[in-house]
């Protein structure tokens, strides 16, 4: 009987690799908080934040309510699905 195996494909340019963490890394680009200098992968609701308003959730946690809205739809549309909320 033949085996299963279980492979990812990442996302961007379809690459298959044996594990989940190697597909979701394999094209991933990271944005750079300039108030904290934390990275955060494409998929973060912070990236999104970063590109909006110019900062993460960790180092400065106030957005205005568009901006947080502004944020949270990007992210929301970005992973096809509702996602987490900014700050909950």
């Known amino acids: 009987m033949p085996e299963i195996?279980?492979?990812?494909g990442?996302?961007?340019c379809g690459k298959v690799h044996d594990e989940e963490h190697q597909a979701l890394e394999c094209c991933e680009e990271y944005t750079r908080c300039p108030g904290c200098a934390r990275d955060f992968g494409r998929g973060h609701?912070?990236?999104f934040a970063i590109q909006l308003s110019g900062h993460c959730n960790v180092c400065?946690?106030?957005f205005t309510v568009e901006q947080q809205l502004i944020i949270e739809d990007r992210?929301?549309?970005y992973?096809?699905?509702p996602g987490?909320?900014?700050n909950s």
């Open 5 to 8: 195996y279980e492979l990812w």
């Open 10 to 12: 990442c996302p961007e």
């Open 45 to 47: 609701i912070n990236h």
């Open 60 to 62: 400065v946690p106030f």
């Open 75 to 77: 992210h929301s549309q």
């Open 79 to 81: 992973l096809g699905e």
């Open 84 to 86: 987490p909320r900014l």
